[in-house]
């Protein structure tokens, strides 16, 4: 039977599905048990219909989405429709045979049971500070295999018609240092897909066999919305490329992409991309669509539905064994500062096409992980933070100071809550001075960072990206300032850390300071309104040294 359906009541059906997803993330970060969720979100949550398109993710870390989007696709593809039932949810990680992205990443995966049947999936990830590996944290630039960076878990039950598979969540926690931890968010995970699968019965309910139609018409106006959206930009192949940290520290890979941009579809080229690397900077398939993704919608139509409609309209080419396109067992924990990097790429080529909405480079995030023994000395923690970088500017406006990019979207984790969880003290939390390249708008300021140790036997594992090439600036605006890592500055034993390290000790009282990069400014400094430059100098913004006195434009 065809069902006729009018554009309210699919607009009235999405909205019901974008609020499931809303109330299952608000179920799953008000339950968490670690600070890494409750008090940094790092978590997302997302509805899927009955052949695993997403139809509705709330807004939390865009990355997340292809992690989510694989592992349905693993699911499905490893178990058939009547070998699944109510109750059952599912639990995956492995990029290779799990759909996911990295392994800290656990995706948690529930069908949704109608009148007999499967029509929907409802699906959760949330980042575990801890999953094994050779570093704490399960995440270090330095792992060289995917073995090294923990617990591998293919698409299998972890709930059978209600019941826990104690086994696979034994094997779960047993590989991490803090299992207490584990317990108490994969429980949270579980309590976010109870909450969405009772949402999305009472939306059938309501609409009854109307409901898929609607969403199929949904669908088919993202898809054409997106398709329009295209159609406004100039049409022709754009190169663009960016560098990623390589192999030896100072060396560099490169990421190579041709844009071309036709009628109503974007084809995204990344033929002579460097070859994957030996370090855990590769950037697995999943973390690469969600990337493309995010970018292409936030710069052509930030307003687009965050659904499955508008992703058959771009076409990926990323050659196998590339570090766009991984082969196993190549590592890929710290894929998320690569999409860093690989998202101002594809805005960069993206700002060819359109240049009155470009974006300039940005400083992707820095990652520190700490571990050791609580102040008491009765346990181990592991604490996992990510500290923002500086966004680029626009044609129309200043970058933003201290944020996180293009697919990354995690909070930081505040001053209060990690004084209140780990042995660390925040001595310095601050945006940057000088960081956002200078143009006639700056980029956006990186942060300053410092901890200091207040027990013996910590370790901090750091992984980075841009301390050795800048994010760039465009028509004429200055590159942003590097990020890089300081042991114990100001002091005799003041050492810059390299981009990459693990398990670096830090003994009682030592401080670390993370200094993470700036976005690219936009046009020539020269042009900047001299309201503005007064107000960069009295807050220390940008310096103005490195420019023509003729060109500061500074009232004064």
Avoid at 416 to 444: F, K, M, T, V, W
Avoid at 497 to 518: F, K
Wanted: aromatic share 6%; with cysteine.
């Amino acid at each position: 039977m065809t069902h006729a359906i009018d554009s309210i009541t699919a607009e009235v059906v999405s909205r019901h599905l974008l609020s499931i997803s809303e109330e299952m993330a608000a179920t799953l970060i008000r339950t968490a048990f670690s600070p890494n969720i409750k008090e940094r979100a790092d978590c997302s949550t997302a509805v899927f219909d009955r052949h695993g398109r997403v139809i509705a993710q709330a807004q939390r870390v865009p990355i997340h989405l292809g992690s989510m989007i694989g592992a349905i696709s693993a699911i499905t593809a490893r178990f058939k429709p009547d070998e699944i039932r109510p109750g059952d949810m599912f639990v995956a990680n492995d990029p290779y045979s799990g759909g996911g992205s990295h392994l800290p990443d656990i995706n948690i995966i529930a069908p949704v049971f109608w009148r007999g049947e499967i029509v929907a999936y409802v699906a959760n990830i949330a980042h575990h500070a801890d999953v094994g590996g050779m570093v704490a944290g399960s995440e270090a630039a330095v792992c060289r295999s995917i073995f090294q960076e923990g617990l591998r878990i293919p698409p299998v039950r972890i709930k059978t018609g209600d019941k826990i598979n104690r086994d696979v969540m034994d094997i779960i926690l047993l590989n991490s240092r803090t299992p207490d931890e584990r317990s108490g968010d994969l429980q949270a995970q579980f309590a976010a897909n109870v909450t969405g699968i009772r949402s999305v019965r009472a939306l059938f309910d309501r609409y009854g066999e109307t409901t898929e139609p609607a969403i199929e018409a949904y669908l088919t106006f993202t898809r054409r919305r997106f398709e329009a959206a295209i159609g406004r930009i100039k049409p022709g192949t754009y190169h663009v490329e960016d560098f990623l940290d390589g192999d030896v520290e100072g060396e560099t890979a490169r990421i190579a992409l041709a844009l071309t941009v036709e009628k109503n579809r974007l084809v995204l080229d990344f033929t002579g991309t460097a070859p994957q690397l030996s370090w855990a900077r590769n950037i697995p398939n999943q973390a690469l669509i969600a990337t493309i993704y995010t970018v292409a919608k936030s710069l052509l139509d930030p307003d687009v539905p965050a659904n499955a409609g508008y992703f058959g309209t771009m076409k990926i080419i990323a050659p196998e064994g590339s570090l766009v396109q991984p082969a196993a067992p190549a590592p890929v924990g710290c894929r998320s500062i690569s999409c860093g990097v690989l998202g101002d790429a594809i805005a960069i080529a993206l700002s060819q096409a359109m240049p009155e909405r470009a974006l300039t480079g940005s400083g992707p995030h820095h990652l520190a992980v700490f571990a050791g023994p609580e102040a008491d000395g009765a346990g181990y923690f592991v604490n996992y933070e990510t500290i923002a970088g500086g966004m680029g500017a626009r044609p129309y406006r200043d970058g933003i100071d201290g944020v996180r990019v293009h697919a990354s979207g995690a909070a930081n984790l505040p001053v209060e809550a990690l004084e209140h969880a780990y042995p660390l003290r925040i001595e310095r939390y601050a945006l940057r001075d000088c960081s956002g390249g200078a143009g006639q708008y700056r980029g956006g300021a990186g942060v300053v960072r410092d901890y200091r140790s207040l027990v013996d036997g910590i370790t901090a594992s750091l992984s980075s990206e841009r301390q050795h090439v800048p994010a760039p600036g465009l028509e004429g605006g200055e590159s942003g300032e590097l990020g890089c890592f300081i042991l114990n500055p100001g002091t005799p034993e003041e050492r810059q850390m390299s981009s990459a390290e693990a398990a670096v000790p830090m003994p009682r009282g030592t401080v670390l300071s993370i200094r993470t990069p700036g976005g690219g400014g936009y046009g020539n400094a020269g042009a900047r309104d001299p309201q503005s430059v007064a107000t960069d100098r009295r807050e220390g913004r940008v310096s103005y040294d490195s420019i023509a006195p003729a060109q500061k434009g500074d009232a004064a």
